[in-house]
Nanobody, 129 residues
Framework: EVQLVDSGGGLVQAGGSLRLSCAASGLYFDDYCIGWFRQAPGKEREWVSCISTTDGNIYYGDFVKGRFTISSDKAKNTVYLQMNSLKSEDTAGYYC??????????????????????WGQGTQVTVSS
């Protein structure tokens, strides 16, 4: 069973920082992109960042690049998202997620188009003004 356990959300003031963690287990596939999408109430899903297992490339959404940093600890099968300079518009549920490579397309293509195969329960990030 694929399991993604995400954690690290909380309430912070604008300009503050949080670090999200995602512990993955039960992965039976090789080529995938693992990271986070976010979703605020009444809004569509928005991909944040992922790491590709195919080549190690890292991808960031336009709105977070320069403020957020994704990293991984392979020994712990854990991915981290360091979020700095948080803004009120970052307020959302953050979900650890995986997109698996299919057919001719790499996994990052699916992840960046909000097409996910697995995701966790989510962790709430609230940024106050």
């Amino acid at each position: 069973e694929v399991q993604l356990v995400d954690s690290g959300g909380g309430l912070v003031q604008a300009g503050g920082s949080l670090r999200l963690s995602c512990a993955a287990s039960g992965l039976y596939f090789d080529d995938y992109c693992i990271g986070w999408f976010r979703q605020a109430p009444g809004k569509e899903r928005e991909w944040v960042s992922c790491i590709s297992t195919t080549d190690g490339n890292i991808y960031y959404g336009d709105f977070v690049k320069g403020r957020f940093t994704i990293s991984s600890d392979k020994a712990k099968n854990t991915v981290y998202l360091q979020m700095n300079s948080l803004k009120s518009e970052d307020t959302a549920g953050y979900y650890c997620a995986i997109s698996v490579s299919k057919a001719q397309w790499n996994a990052n293509f699916y992840f960046r188009n909000n097409k996910y195969d697995f995701w966790g329960q989510g962790t709430q990030v609230t940024v106050s003004s």
